[in-house]
T-cell receptor, first 111, second 114 residues
C-alpha cells in the first residue's frame, strides 16, 4: 500500500464550480498534512496545511482532515482557469522528519 | 532573498558519468531534502538532513550520495549515472521545531542520462 494515495485525474471542472481533491494516507501516526500546487514545469508551492481534525479555510480553499478515516481533502470554490495545475497531497511520516508526497491530481478548470 | 538555489538547471550525462547537483539555502533552515520527480509522478524522497553533519535515506537512495557540512549547503552526488536517473530533481528546505513545517523548493534541476 502506498503511503499517500491520490487519484491522478485529470479532474475537469467548469469555471466557477467547486473542485474536490482527495487523498488517503497509511501512517496513523502522521501529524501534519499539506496541499501543494504545482504548475507545469515549475516547483511545488504550499497552499494549505492542516494539523487538526475538521475544516480549515483560507480564501477559496478549504482543507478537510479526518484522522479516523485517514483522509484529507482540498476544496476549491469558484474554480478559476488559473487553478489548473497538479495538486500534491503531502504527509509527514516516519516520525516527524520526513514528508511523503502523493502522485498528485491534475486539475483542469474549463472556461 | 534568494531562498533555495539549485545548480545546474539542466544537464545531460552519459551512462557511467558522475556529477553533483548543488543546493544552497539562505533562510537558515535546519531541514533539507532532495526529491526526484519522474514525468506525471509525485515527488520521491531521496535523502534528507536534519542539520549539519546529519543525513538519512529516503525512499529511493540507491545510486546517490549526500553530505551536509554546513547549514546552507546540501549537495547530491550521482555516481555512475544510469538512464533510470533521468528525472527532475528538487531540493527543498524547511525550518522545523517539532512537527515538520512548510517546504520551500528550489526551481529544480532537469537531468537526462543517455
Amino acid at each position: 500500500q502506498k503511503e499517500v494515495e491520490q487519484n491522478s485525474g485529470p479532474l475537469s471542472v467548469p469555471e466557477g464550480a467547486i473542485a474536490s481533491l482527495n487523498c488517503t494516507y497509511s501512517d496513523r501516526g502522521s501529524q501534519s498534512f499539506f496541499w501543494y500546487r504545482q504548475y507545469s514545469g515549475k516547483s511545488p508551492e504550499l497552499i494549505m496545511f492542516i494539523y487538526s481534525n475538521g475544516d480549515k479555510e483560507d480564501g477559496r480553499f478549504t482543507a478537510q482532515l479526518n484522522k479516523a478515516s485517514q483522509y484529507v481533502s482540498l476544496l476549491i470554490r469558484d474554480s478559476q482557469p488559473s487553478d489548473s495545475a497538479t495538486y500534491l497531497c503531502a504527509v509527514n511520516s516516519g516520525g516527524y522528519q520526513k514528508v511523503t508526497f502523493g502522485t498528485g491530481t491534475k486539475l483542469q478548470v474549463i472556461p | 532573498n534568494a531562498g533555495v538555489t539549485q545548480t545546474p538547471k539542466f544537464r545531460i550525462l552519459k551512462i557511467g558519468q558522475s556529477m553533483t547537483l548543488q543546493c544552497t539555502q539562505d533562510m537558515n533552515h535546519n531541514y533539507m531534502y532532495w526529491y526526484r520527480q519522474d514525468p506525471g509522478m509525485g515527488l520521491k524522497l531521496i535523502y534528507y538532513s536534519v542539520g549539519a553533519g546529519i543525513t538519512d535515506k529516503g525512499e529511493v537512495p540507491n545510486g546517490y550520495n549526500v553530505s551536509r557540512s554546513t547549514t546552507e549547503d546540501f549537495p547530491l552526488r550521482l555516481e555512475l549515472a544510469a538512464p533510470s536517473q533521468t528525472s527532475v530533481y528538487f531540493c527543498a528546505s524547511s525550518y522545523v521545531q517539532g512537527v515538520v513545517g512548510e517546504l520551500f523548493f528550489g526551481e529544480g534541476s532537469r537531468l537526462t542520462v543517455l
